[in-house]
């Protein structure tokens, strides 16, 4: 089963597993459009093919901007993935920081504190650490479907 996993912000941070590879990716532009064209093409280049796109679920944001953006993404996939005939599924952030670290309140050094012991690197930044949890939470709930 082949997954797609995101933390989507301005600066996504994505995780897959067939191949197994991450990082992030920066959708800041001055056209507030151009953002959302180049997450579909961003989803156009990695997602075709995936049996699944996971995303942490979009929090109670304090800006009307960040709102907007994490709103408009979440659209964009939904869309992609009827298009594709792709499962989604998401986890809320709370729900992730406990998997990843045992706390739900956990910060995003917590988070990539965990990531440092759990996959024993160092990660690109904080988006890319929970797009690999994220990755790894779904293959924990999902790939034994396949079996």
């Known amino acids: 089963m082949k997954i797609l996993a995101l933390d989507m ?3 996504t941070g994505w995780a897959t597993n067939e191949p197994r590879e991450s990082g992030r990716e920066n959708f800041k532009h001055d056209l507030r459009g151009e953002k959302y064209h180049m997450f579909w093409r961003f989803l156009c280049e990695y997602g075709v093919g995936c049996d699944m796109i996971v995303y942490e679920e979009p929090a109670i944001y304090r800006s009307g901007a960040a709102a907007q953006l994490g709103y408009g993404f979440l659209a964009i996939i939904q869309f992609f993935c009827a298009k594709h005939y792709i ?45 690999r949890f994220i990755l790894k939470w779904a293959e924990s709930k999902h790939i034994k479907d396949l079996t």
Request: hydrophobic share 30%.
């Open 9 to 11: 912000a301005t600066i």
């Open 87 to 131: 499962k989604t599924d998401s986890i809320h952030p709370k729900t992730l920081k406990k998997y990843a670290t045992g706390n739900g309140n956990a910060t995003k050094a917590d988070m990539m504190e965990a990531y440092r012991v759990e996959f024993g690197e160092e990660p690109i930044d904080d988006n890319e650490s929970d797009a």
